[in-house]
Structures are given as C-alpha cells and as structure tokens.
C-alpha cells in the first residue's frame, strides 16, 4: 500500500489566480495521477505524470491550464492556473499499486 | 466509447441487504474494482474481480460476469456508517482505469 499526503487540504481562491497543490508519496512510484471530481460526479482523469518526461494529458485538459511537475519519484504538483468558478472541485492525486491509492484530496473553491 | 452505467442513487434501511449493479461497455477487460467513498472524503478500495464469480470479503460481496458486461456490489447487515457513495471502475485493454459516476447510498435507521 501507498500513504499520499497532499498539500492544501482546502482553499478558497480568487477568479484569475492559480493554486499550486502538491502530492507527496512515502515510497517511489513510476506514475503519479492527478484526478477532478467535481461537486456529485465521479473522478475524471486529469493527466499522468512520469517523473523525468513531460505529463500526459487527457482529452479536455491541457498543460496551459493544468501544469505538472513531477521532479521525483515521490514528489509532484499540479497547477490550477487563471482559475475561474468552473473549477471549483475536490483534486485528488493517485498512485497505482494492485489497486489505485488516492490521497486525502484538496477542495478548491474559486470566487 | 467506453462507459460506465451505475444506478445515481439507492435507499435501504439499517440491517437490510443492498445490491448496487454496475454494467460497463469497454475496450478490453482487465478487471473491475468496487471503491467506497464517504463524502468529503478520498476513495477508498473495497474489491476487485477479474474472473466471473463472486467474491466476498466479511459483509461486502461483489460480483462479475464477463460475458455480460456486468457486477454488483452486494453489503449485508447495512450499518449507518455505510452511508457513501460506490464507485464501479474497469480496467481497459490499456490498463486505463474507466470510472463510473458512482451511487450514492443512504441508510435510514
């Protein structure tokens, strides 16, 4: 099993700012997740991140919008950069073991 | 395309028996997990089936027919703390994970 700790837990932020949330795992990982999940819905596949190459991104989501670092095998961040109220969500970054880990999340609310 | 079909919203009384169904159309198949998640929370893992049948773990039970395109999550003795919503997800030919949209399960007393 994996332990994941993120970084805001929560934040109300301002229409045009970015956030920068960070995911820290306890043990190295080739591929780290980054997920959405919006007010009721379920969680939408942001991108994958692979420490030392460029994420992979999903359709709808571009790196404009969602920069990811990704410096080590324990360590990545995504940005939720000039955000607007549509991306008020719960982010959740995801390591994948037998099963797919997550960690405790990040509420996001933009004014 | 792919999806995921679960039903939005279920009710059923402490103590009973509840079956949530999940149907999926995929590219590929490499297994199904059920997760549970409480609200506010992250999702947590419950089960996993790749080969048709049922297998249980204490009062959660799921189920899987390959053929069909199918499972279900059966709780028994429902407890309040149940309460939460369960999320169906398959596996693709890519090893993709598909999520469904989840249900939201309520317990009355």
């Known amino acids: 099993s994996a332990v994941i700790s993120q970084k805001p837990s929560r934040d109300i932020c301002q229409r045009g700012t970015s956030l920068t949330i960070q995911c820290q795992v306890d043990s190295q990982v080739t591929m780290m997740f980054w997920y959405r999940q919006q007010p009721g819905q379920s969680l939408t596949l942001i991108a994958t991140a692979n420490q030392g190459s460029e994420a992979t991104y999903e359709s709808g989501f571009v790196i404009d919008k969602f920069p990811i670092s990704r410096p080590n095998l324990t360590f990545s961040t995504l940005t939720v950069s000039n955000m607007s109220p549509e991306d008020s969500s719960i982010y959740l970054c995801?390591?994948?073991?037998?099963?797919?880990?997550f960690g405790p999340g990040t509420r996001l609310t933009v004014l | 395309g792919q999806n995921i079909d679960q039903p939005t919203e279920m009710t059923a009384t402490e103590g009973a028996i509840v079956q949530i169904n999940c149907t999926y159309q995929?590219?590929?198949?490499?297994?199904l997990f059920w997760y549970q998640q409480h609200a506010g929370e992250a999702p947590t893992f419950l089960s996993y089936?790749?080969l048709d049948g049922l297998e249980e773990k204490g009062r959660f039970s799921s189920f899987l027919s390959r053929s069909k395109g199918y499972s279900y999550l059966l709780l028994k003795e429902l407890q309040m703390k149940d309460s939460a919503s369960y999320l169906c997800?398959?596996?693709?030919?890519?090893?993709?994970?598909?999520w469904g949209a989840g249900t939201k399960l309520i317990i009355k007393p």
């Open positions: 089936n790749v």
């Open positions: 995929t590219s590929g198949f490499n297994g």
């Open positions: 997800a398959v596996r693709d030919s890519n090893y993709q994970l598909i």
């Open positions: 995801s390591v994948e073991g037998f099963e797919q880990f």
